[in-house]
């Protein structure tokens, strides 16, 4: 899997985290896979104003681990699926998910924070 992408005419930002200079595209995803870390989720937790807790980084090393596993994003079924199993009916849902990731719910704000590619017809 290519770990770097870069389109043509693409607005894009750098973002400091811990003194390095890591570049985002407009929307903030990784440009470059392999620059993730747990300080890149806290400056895009801020960047985006949302405050993390136990449960987001659940999610995100959720999304992780199904990434490096399957090579493709995790489905929102297969979140709902593990997450119902995990926590609770109630908190196992959409409607929750969507609830904690405010900003495009679990596979837009969820993939950004966890260093996976755009959802599929994203790009």
């Known amino acids: 899997m290519k770990s770097k992408l870069h389109y043509r005419n693409m ?8 003194g390095k200079d890591i570049l ?18 806290h400056a895009s937790a801020q960047r985006e104003e949302l405050e993390l807790t136990s449960e987001h980084w ?6 992780r681990d199904f990434h490096e596993k399957h090579g493709v994003q995790a489905p929102v079924r297969d979140m709902i699926k593990h997450f119902r199993e995990v926590w609770s ?33 994203e790009h």
């Open 89 to 121: 009916k109630e908190k196992g849902s959409s409607r929750y998910l969507h609830l904690m990731f405010p900003k495009g719910g679990p596979q837009k704000q969820g993939n950004r924070f966890a260093g996976v590619r755009k959802p599929k017809g």
């Open 11 to 18: 607005q894009n930002f750098t973002m400091k985290v811990n």
């Open 58 to 63: 659940e999610v995100i090393y959720f999304i």
């Open 24 to 41: 985002c595209d407009g929307e903030g995803y990784l440009l470059d896979l392999d620059a993730w870390s747990e300080d890149y989720v």
